[in-house]
């Protein structure tokens, strides 16, 4: 028992130079055998091979070639893709008429099947195309009731930004001026409400607030607190009012006392009481 297997060089091929020569003698390659190796040679029985010198020899030894690899043989490949069932079979790692023949057999087996079987070449490129499942989270009004299917359902679509996403779309209820800014400028999602805070998002758990302190923006930053703070909970629901929808003189008196209603229940929550006088009156 001698290395390399493919008889390329070292030990295994200086002994099979010392004996190809005597009829005396065998060489019994074991497992696989890369096309292009002196051991894939010598498994045609040639009549002489050429010697690491560069002369040829007579090549009157035994030659035997026995299957003995740790790979998976055909049986056993093709019972692990039925329990698979895959959409793409690819198959690599092998001597091309081998891959040609194991090809021809799996798009037999799987003619059934709407199977994609590819060889590839060395160095070729391979697409494939996957139909992934969407899923969207709904919170608020959506997520009172499971639609059923075929159900049009309408409300707001946060995509890719998750509850930094939803804290902006409710500041906007409460505020005139929530901008998002340029990545350059913030390095990161980020947005500025009335032109004194910015908030920025750090990562999944972690948002930052900056302002320069003054009694306005101090009363921003504690609004924005107060929604982050109650972000996933049950927080004011403000419903969404349509581009289209009519500008009536009422419609925008409700919207301005749900607005209202908006940011006083952020600051002092749903049980929270708030006495206001003026002239005399409170409310």
């Known amino acids: 028992m001698a290395s390399p297997s493919g008889l ?16 005396k003698n065998a060489c019994v390659i074991t497992g696989y055998a890369v096309e ?9 029985e040639p009549k002489e091979v050429t010697l690491m010198n560069g002369l040829t020899a007579p090549l009157n030894m035994q030659v035997h070639y026995i299957s003995f690899s740790a790979h998976a043989d055909f049986a056993q490949t093709s019972t692990f893709l039925k329990e698979l069932m895959p959409p793409n079979i690819i198959l690599v790692h092998g001597e091309a008429n081998e891959m040609g023949r194991l090809k021809q057999k799996l798009i037999t087996q799987f003619a059934y099947r709407n199977t994609k079987i590819i060889s590839p ?24 009731k499971t639609p059923e299917v075929g ?7 946060v995509k890719k930004a998750g509850a930094f996403g939803v804290l902006k779309h409710r500041l906007k209820q409460i505020f005139e001026s929530v901008e998002s800014l340029p990545d350059e400028e913030s390095e990161g999602p980020a947005f500025r409400v009335h032109e004194r805070l910015t908030v920025k998002y750090e990562s999944k758990k972690h948002i930052s607030l900056h302002w320069r302190p003054d009694p306005i ?3 921003v930053s504690d609004s924005v607190v107060a929604l982050v703070l109650n972000i996933s909970r049950e927080i004011p629901k403000v419903a969404v009012e ?5 500008k009536t003189e009422e419609e925008n008196n409700k919207k301005a006392e749900k607005v209202i209603h908006a940011l006083l229940v952020s600051l002092f929550g749903e049980n929270g009481k708030l006495v206001i006088s003026v002239d005399g009156n409170a409310s």
């Open 8 to 23: 390329q060089s070292r030990l295994s091929r200086q002994l099979f130079e010392m004996w190809c020569s005597d009829k």
């Open 36 to 44: 292009g190796t002196l051991a894939k040679t010598i498994i045609n």
């Open 121 to 144: 070449k060395n160095c070729q490129s391979v697409e494939m195309y996957f139909n992934s499942e969407k899923m969207a989270k709904t919170i608020g009004r959506l997520a009172e």
């Open 151 to 157: 159900e049009t359902i309408s409300g707001l679509l």
């Open 217 to 219: 923006s101090n009363m």
């Open 242 to 246: 349509s581009e289209e929808a009519t």
